[in-house]
């Protein structure tokens, strides 16, 4: 059951800090533009020498970044919940801390496959046919990492909860 856990705690840690560089960096695409290069990301878009604020709220940018948010709050709660529930953190005892961390653990992978989906199809339909030289870059990759390191973060503590809810039989003949 521990190291269900102890796993489920290092993805979701890891996670959790590819979720904060992804959302907080300007990497998620790059396009050639005018002959230079230039990129964005959730919050900026930057030319050469200069980075500067998204002025106007797009939807699925908005959209993207509630969902990258929220996925940053849920996965950072259930670090602290899968804590506790590593610990046996005796406050709380109405519900299983094991069982409410992997549950966070999904909805903040949920909420970043929601957030990744909607800047994917709307990229893709838009500068794919505007702009003939662009690419999705590293913070955006990092995010798809974070999807996946949420996800098994959530099966490690479901397999850790179903562990403790049904033990194995120890009756020795």
């Not at 290092?10 to 959790?16: P, R, S, T, Y």
């Not at 992978?109 to 994917?120: D, E, P, S």
Request: with cysteine; aromatic share 20%; hydrophobic share 45%.
């Amino acid at each position: 059951m521990y190291s269900f856990m102890g796993g489920g705690l290092f993805c979701a840690g890891i996670g959790n800090i590819l979720l904060i560089i992804s959302t907080a960096t300007d990497y998620w695409m790059q396009y050639r533009h005018a002959s230079n290069y230039m990129h964005q990301g959730l919050w900026r878009y930057c030319v050469p020498g200069k980075c500067m604020t998204h002025t106007d709220s797009i939807a699925y940018w908005d959209a993207t970044r509630a969902f990258m948010i929220l996925s940053l709050l849920a996965c950072f709660i259930g670090i602290i919940i899968g804590i506790m529930a590593f610990i046996h953190y005796s406050s709380f005892d109405g519900f299983d801390k094991t069982f409410a961390a992997g549950i966070l653990f999904f909805i903040s992978c949920f909420f970043v496959l929601l957030a990744m989906a909607v800047y994917t199809g709307v990229t893709v339909n838009y500068y794919g046919k505007r702009y003939g030289s662009w690419r999705f870059s590293w913070s955006y990759i990092m995010g798809w990492v974070a999807v996946v390191l949420t996800f098994f973060s959530g099966i490690f503590y479901m397999c850790a909860y179903r562990m403790h809810e049904c033990p194995r039989n120890t009756n020795s003949r």
